[in-house]
């Protein structure tokens, strides 16, 4: 019988692209089952939405300072001067079809990217899949957050508005504060003096075409190297450092993946429509006499701008040289916060001495010091989050605004060194409370008279797979690395999945 049209078209790709091969090995690679894992999927998601409205908001955006005059729908600003990106996103948000709306989903997007990315990391510090031999992949998930940080600001900055152009402003007197080439580097950046001709432009062009290119690249790398290394999964029943336990790529998790994709998709296209973001239109254009009042950036740098609030106004003269340390110890302090949490893999491995390969998660509760440094950082974040809204913070309590900073000052060495302690401490109690579930049982509230006369309650073991899990970490590891793949090659049955060789 002769080979149908459509199988000599698929054995004439396959014998150049080699895609049945590829097919055959990686469509029914095994993806473990855990709602943790949904948190890596909707940054993910939202990124493709990101891209998907950013694509359609170019094709109306204007980069250009120029001054124009606008006419448009927004009456109250008919006739008033403003620069061509302003008017352009006014045209978006009231003239274009579906324009509110598609710029709206893009901010929320972005922020639902970022408190994703955020979140993801946070969940795979905690449970340690950091470690070797997953930590360039790490740092590729950092850097994607890292970068989505500026991207944020520089696409917050583009439409020209009184907020954003008071952003600007703060990132103008950051540089100007760095010594020796903070002059030139404000100079280079902005065109001339503030607010410049070309800063628009020229943030558009990272916006749009750098910092994606380099964050869709670091997207492909980093799901290659989690194909590569293996997915990660939490100690139970059958569960080994050998093998992945889960559900087969192909069809299974395809059919979670794209349902999941279009209830984020949907999701973010809902709140878009019900709920208001960056009005620009209220806020009118920019200009550099004037200051939007409670100005606050988006979430993600809310932190690094209560640096900057709560810092007392510091300045040295060395040579000749002002010195502004009420800014320049803040862009300082800022970055470090984030550098530690990029190299803290590398800083766990050389105080711990452990250098083997990992591929079963921890519980939190077994690693009390790093959950404890994972708490405290936190919780610095959100007392710098608190002082980023200082004046917001006074105005809705009733209290001055000197109270409340002061307030911030103590709280960012005092609240992390509590929450580091306190963390540590729960942690070591819930171990303990393992460990006496793993010798004694559960209590079930039944007493019983023994022979003798004496009460006791009795007691009831954990079944196996709780037992497996409780004690999964006090067991010594297996060795990993050196195994032949075929001989650890196990069956996909039932919808669960054994992968040889390593899981990750």
Known sequence: MSAGRGERLADWFDGRLGIHTLGRKYLRKVF???????????????????????????????????????????????????????????????????????????????????????????????????????????????????????????????????LSGTGLRFVHGALLSVPVVGTYLAMFLFGGEFPGDDIVARFYALHVLLIPGVMAALVVAHLLLVVHHKHTQFAGPGRTERNVVGTPFMPVYLA????????????????????????????????????????????????????????????????????????????????????????????????????????????????????????AWISLYLVLLAGGGNDIVATRLHLSINTVTWAVRTGMFVVPAVVFVVTRQICTGLRLRDRELVAHGRATGVIKRLPHGEYVEVHEPPDPGRLHTLTAHERPGEPVGHTPRRAVAGPVRSGRGRTPGRSG
């Not at 279009?262 to 878009?272: D, Q």
Request: net charge neutral.
């Open 32 to 162: 473990p089952d855990h709602w943790s894992f949904l948190l890596g999927e909707i940054c993910l998601y939202s990124f493709v939405v990101l891209v998907l409205t950013g694509v359609y908001l170019t094709l109306f955006f204007h980069p250009s300072m120029n001054e124009v005059t606008y006419h448009g729908s927004y009456v109250p600003l008919n006739g008033v001067r403003m620069s061509a990106a302003y008017a352009s996103t006014l045209d978006i948000s009231f003239d274009v079809r579906g324009g509110l709306l598609i710029r709206q989903l893009h901010h929320w997007a972005a922020l639902v990217f970022v408190a994703g990315m955020l979140t993801h990391m946070m969940r795979h510090f905690f449970t340690g899949s950091f470690r070797k031999p997953r930590e360039i992949n790490w740092l590729f998930g950092w850097l994607l957050l890292f970068l989505g940080l500026f991207e944020g600001l520089f696409g917050y900055s583009l439409p020209d508005d009184l």
């Open 256 to 375: 979670k993946a794209g349902g999941f994709f279009f209830l984020v998709f949907g999701v973010l296209a809902l709140i878009a429509g019900v709920a208001t973001i960056n009005p620009v239109w209220s806020y009118g254009p920019y200009r550099a006499d004037q200051v939007s009042t409670g100005a606050q950036p988006d979430w993600y740098l809310g932190f690094a701008e209560g640096l900057v609030r709560i810092m007392p106004g510091w300045e040295v003269t060395l040579w000749g040289h002002t010195l502004v340390l009420g800014v320049l110890i803040p862009i300082v302090v800022f970055p470090l916060l984030l550098v530690f949490i990029g190299v803290y893999p590398f800083l766990e491995a050389r105080f711990t001495g452990d250098r083997d390969e990992h591929h079963l998660l921890d519980r939190p509760r077994n690693r009390p010091v790093r959950t404890a440094i994972g708490a």
